[in-house]
C-alpha cells in the first residue's frame, strides 16, 4: 500500500480517457503520479467523488433491474 503509483499506472489512466491531456485536468495526473497507494485510498471522500458513487449506484440498480431470467 505504501508504494509510490508507477509512471505506467498514469499513463494508463491517461490512454484509456480516464484523465484527458487538457491543461484544466492534467494537473490531476500529476497530483496522482506524486501520492502514495495508501494515502490515494485514505483521501476523504469530497462531494465529487460522492457525486459519481451515486450515479454508480443507479447505473447498478438499472443493470440490475433489466436483467430477466428465462427459464426453458
Not at 447505473?59 to 428465462?70: D, F, M, N, V
Amino acid at each position: 500500500m505504501v508504494r509510490k503509483v508507477t509512471p505506467d499506472a498514469i499513463d494508463k489512466i491517461r490512454l484509456e480517457g480516464g484523465v484527458t491531456m487538457d491543461e484544466d485536468s492534467k494537473w490531476l495526473l500529476e497530483f496522482w503520479g506524486g501520492k502514495d497507494v495508501a494515502g490515494l485510498l485514505l483521501m476523504p471522500p469530497t462531494r465529487h467523488v460522492m457525486l459519481h458513487l451515486n450515479d454508480c449506484c443507479k447505473w447498478k440498480e438499472a443493470i440490475r433491474g433489466k436483467k430477466k431470467l428465462y427459464l426453458v
